[in-house]
DNA sequence: CTGAAAGCGCTAACAA
DNA sequence: TTGTTAGCGCTTTCAG
């Protein structure tokens, strides 16, 4: 059923129908008739004819790197929370880290003329610029901060530093870490650099033989952990730059009898539910992530809102939440 | 930039355009041409006009009761990957467990014209049945199995009972149980029935002190668990409806110092991660999360595309998982 | 193989 | 307040 066999079955004309859905002049009588027609047939008004005449197709793209996976289900969450009470809808793609689908995505968003964009960054290139460039909406990065574009971002080397440091302050010696890819500037980079920071403000010496790079899985926090704690000597405390990695590194101690804590602290950053219930409960610090992906979504509708708005960046503080896995008394 | 404009740059006619972009007749020396401005230009046809002329928008509903838990992420996960694959999107509506969001969102579904539809159920209502009455769309039901409609579901009676059963073959005496509420068919009253037939086989009682209810929460498990042990006597083996209600439990008994699987064996329907970092490792049903949501999109494109065709329902199978949380000899 | 033209369902002047 | 009308950007006959 269209508008017109609607306005016909309602006995009104096409245009009060359409003042009827978009709040324009209208009598009472009409409005009453159009209710009861709507009930009757259950009438509702194309979207897509909407969009071709208004340009605005009230829905919003959001591409993340992959949806099972604490912290963006947490952001995503947050920010379908805000778009939908908003009466925006949210076109989820996911791109399972393959930030070439990205680009493929910003390609899809052009052509469903969103009237948005908000991207979980992980690693940002030219590519993404490029693509970013020929969209002619407003679009929000979340979780990485990018010169020139609106960003909602954590404080990973902050994090990271205050993490690292706790553990410096119990008197370890040895310490070890497990990062993630340094092209990844927030997760990889930033958080590599809090923790030598607070490494070298202790006064210790790195031993390259105690880093590795790791992937986002418990599976390859494993692994990595396995290849550290098979030398001959051992680190006695280890950042993590996730918590699935952590939780990784965990089971592989359990497994291999190593002490959490008494033979090693581990730390590391986004309070995933995993880290509480672990048995050795994990030191970690907390990121807001709901709490980004609202600030997100509230910022495009801004931008959306105002037409042209100036880039800024948000950038949300952090909670530092010890817990056992980092419980030793100093040993100096 | 719209078709005739790009026509125009291009020196071709607007048909030619759209039959570049549909796939109709077209000549080499034409394509090339409009191949070569769509570099220069960026031009990218406009979904929500084609969608107007053709009635299909390529656009799939998919309505969640919420993003950050494991397995409606994993189900999610495996739905978009399809549908992404297909050249389908999906438009995500969260419904934070208030299935009357359930109705709401299925009216806007309707708006957007999506070309189909899947809904991970938790409860089903007579609101339900009649607003998918009104949708002229294929429909997929996920997680339950309900009459009348296409579903994906598990086998939650089987696991509860297969689960129940392993425990009862420990010796136990004493069942427990927290499960989820009995409105939610699949989890709640299947879950709940086949840990009970397990009980009756066993030849032992069900003590009601024993049995709660709780919420889908880490919390909420911690709350009943710590109802059913503050009692005089305890059970001496808990089966509840899903990890993060068995998640809480542990977190109460290690609190209070009741030791898994010495004073009480625990076992729960879902393998999320957290089962199996816990301090007790958790015995548990795996239930193809993945798998269903891959499935579930199949089966709708599959349905899209033969138009009409008769409801089928697909039940999973599970796999039992035993880690340490019922690992105790038998002590008859 | 190609272009002109009609029309998808809706909105928004405009004149009444 | 209202209805008429001219499109929005695209597809799809249809005649060439």
């Keep these: 059923m ?7 079955a309602a006995g009104v004309s096409k245009s009060a129908v359409s003042r009827y859905f978009n709040g324009g002049y ?24 909407h969009a071709v005449k208004t340009r605005i197709t009230k829905q919003i793209g959001v591409i ?3 949806l099972s996976g604490e912290s963006t289900a947490r952001v995503t969450e947050g920010i379908t929370e805000v778009l939908n009470a908003e009466g925006y809808q949210s076109l989820l793609a996911n791109t399972s880290n393959d930030y070439n689908k990205e680009i493929h995505f910003l390609d899809l968003f052009k052509q469903n003329r969103v009237d948005g964009v908000i991207l979980l960054a992980t690693v940002f290139t030219e590519m993404h610029s490029r693509a970013l460039a020929k969209m002619r909406v407003p679009v929000i990065i979340v979780g990485q901060n990018i010169k020139g574009y609106s960003c909602v971002c954590h404080d990973d080397e902050g994090a990271a530093y205050a993490l690292t440091k706790l553990m410096m302050e119990k008197g370890v010696k040895y310490p070890g870490f497990i990062g993630a890819n340094m092209s990844d500037i ?19 010496n790195l031993n390259k033989a105690f880093c590795e790079v790791a992937k986002f899985s418990i599976d390859s926090g ?29 089971l592989y101690c359990r497994e291999a009898g190593i002490k959490i804590p008494e033979d090693v602290l581990i730390a590391s ?13 994990l030191t970690t610090a907390h990121f807001h992530y709901k709490t980004a992906g609202i600030s997100a979504a509230n910022m495009l509708l801004t931008e959306i809102k105002s037409s042209n708005s100036i880039p800024r960046t948000l950038q949300l503080d952090f909670d530092i939440i010890e817990r056992k896995s980092t419980m030793k008394t100093e040993t100096v």
Tied chains: 1, 2.
Excluded: H, W
């Design 186 to 204: 927030a997760t990889g980079k930033n958080r590599r650099a809090g923790f030598e920071r607070a490494v070298k403000e202790a006064g210790l």
């Design 222 to 250: 494993y692994e990595k952990a396995k290849q550290i704690f098979s030398g001959k000597t051992r680190p006695d405390c280890l950042f993590c730059a996730t918590d699935s990695i952590a939780a990784g590194a965990m």
């Design 2 to 8: 269209n508008i017109s066999e609607f306005a016909k």
């Design 26 to 49: 209208l009598s009472d009588e009409k409005r009453a008739k159009i209710e009861e027609t709507i009930k009757l047939t259950g009438y509702a008004p194309s979207n897509s004819a």
């Design 269 to 281: 950053v986004g309070d995933n539910r995993i880290g509480q219930l672990a048995y050795a409960p």
């Design 64 to 66: 993340i790197p992959k």
